[in-house]
């Protein structure tokens, strides 16, 4: 049996309150705690909730605590064994009414309307408009006929079975995981989802769609270091995680590539070059699926494969216009989904080629200046050639990572600056593409191999937002 409230002392009196700034303090008995720092509302609750509980600890017994959230408020139990129970929760209304669909009117009321005869009430209000008329006139009144043919016509109108069905179209709405609704519900008061939480729903449905046929990105930017290579990775691994979609990055950089540095190595060296003199084989009817697994790099973990660029020691051989060509015929017929590094050349054979098998653009920038004008500049490009390249061009997604500078100083001012200057370069591009999406700093994808598990959840919620993002381009 669960504790009530008159179980448990009101003493002391205890508020935990998160708010929407990013900030969150546990108030007790009027002296405020400042709750540890999070990178998402989530994160600040349960941090909030770790001091009420070691309050609870200190005091060996359960304690009341009032919530306050964007969400909602209410009153929880806190146990000192991080057992919480709810009270009572009440959702903001803004909130609540923002959740009602609106459109439940309108789907009801044509079946409404459709099965209501209507000539019923017009016999009836005829005689009430004509009320101060003497008795003779009423005979005269020409709604009758009007009235009459209205029954002749719908009389014998009846709905095909082919137009209904007895199905329920609109999907049961799945309870709360997350916040303050997500721990109501885990302890059976059943809540719906937050707005932030739907929209997670919603970004996770888009990039677990199956589209027809392969469907090539191209991940540019004409400057180095601009979070090309985490980009390709980081779309791959979600894409590929959600999806389960064959998806494969391939480095085409012009001569060497840093795509294969940064992924996880296979048992072999083959790079592209190796698959390209092996594509006669591979394009054969009568070679196996499995055989391309001699020429990829397998992601264990995030379930994509990697293509590497040429890693010889003499480093002369430049990828052509025409290499490009066999290669992407060979990856489309193994993998549904083809994501591409690039070099920092516009103008190099092997980069315009790539373009011209590219079905959706995607353009990095770190939130440096010259990254950013770079990145204009290679969308100035592909527009001023007009046809493809100015459409893909138009339809871009721009992913803006916060500047590493900042985050390694930790200075409050500097964190302000590096978001702020963030926010100024993707409300710059927002006019000009289809997406922008903002990534925030993560000392994973700084260094070594990238895994999409190493990521802050904040920042893993944010290239999930970047992949709905491209994959809505399909």
């Known amino acids: 049996m669960g504790t009530t409230p008159t179980e448990v002392m009101a003493f002391p009196n205890i508020r935990a309150i998160v708010r929407d700034n990013g900030t969150a303090e546990v108030v ?18 349960n941090n909030a909730l770790a001091l009420v509980v070691v309050e609870a600890q200190t005091l060996q017994r359960p304690v009341p605590v009032q919530i306050e959230d964007p969400e909602g408020h209410g009153e929880l139990i806190v146990h000192p064994d991080n057992k919480i129970e709810s009270v009572s929760y009440e959702p903001t209304p803004a909130r609540r009414r923002a959740e009602a669909p609106e459109t439940t009117p309108t789907t009801v009321a044509p079946a ?38 209205v029954v002749e016509e719908a009389a014998p109108t009846r709905r095909s079975l082919k137009e209904t069905s007895f199905l329920v179209s609109a999907p049961v709405l799945e309870p709360a995981t997350q916040g303050w609704r997500g721990t109501l519900t885990r302890l059976g008061l059943r809540m719906d989802p937050s707005e932030e939480e739907l929209t997670e729903r919603e970004d996770i449905r888009t990039v677990s769609q199956h589209w027809p046929g392969p469907r090539t990105i191209a991940v540019v930017n004409r400057k180095g270091g601009a979070n090309k290579t985490p980009t390709v990775v980081m779309l791959s691994a979600i894409l590929a995680r959600y999806s389960g979609a064959a998806t494969v990055a391939w480095d085409n950089n012009e001569s060497q590539g840093t795509l294969g540095w940064r992924t996880e190595k296979g048992a072999h ?24 697994a001699k020429f990829v790099h397998h992601q264990t973990a995030d379930k994509f494969d990697v293509l590497r660029s040429d890693e010889n020691e003499e480093g002369d051989h430049e990828v052509t216009a025409a290499e490009v060509d066999i290669a992407h015929q060979v990856l489309t017929r193994y993998y549904r989904l083809v994501v591409m590094d690039s070099g920092n050349t516009a103008r190099a054979a092997n980069w315009r080629r790539m373009i011209e098998h590219t079905n959706q653009l995607v353009v990095p920038v770190t939130a440096i200046e010259d990254r950013a004008e770079a990145a204009r500049l290679t969308l100035q490009t592909l527009e001023s050639r007009g046809g493809h390249d100015a459409e893909l061009a138009r339809n871009a997604v721009v992913i803006v990572s916060e500047s590493t500078d900042a985050k390694r100083s930790m200075s409050g001012d500097a964190l302000k600056r590096a978001r702020d200057e963030a926010q100024r370069i993707a409300d710059g591009f927002a006019p000009f593409v289809r997406a922008v999406v903002r990534i925030p700093y993560d000392p994973a994808l700084v260094n070594g191999p990238i895994r999409y598990e190493a990521l802050q959840p904040a920042t893993q919620r944010a290239w999930l937002a970047a992949a709905a993002a491209v994959a809505a381009g399909f």
């Open 28 to 45: 007790v008995a009027g002296n405020s705690r400042v709750v540890p720092a999070g990178d998402s509302v989530q994160e600040l609750r």
């Open 112 to 149: 409404v309307i459709d099965t209501v005869p209507a000539p019923a009430p017009e016999p009836a209000a005829a005689p009430a408009e004509s009320a101060p008329a003497p008795a003779p006139a009423a005979p005269v009144a020409t709604p009758e006929p009007q009235t009459a043919a």
């Open 269 to 292: 060296d083959r790079s592209v070059l190796d698959l390209i003199d092996a594509s006669t084989e591979l394009l054969s009817p009568s070679t196996n699926a499995a055989e391309i």
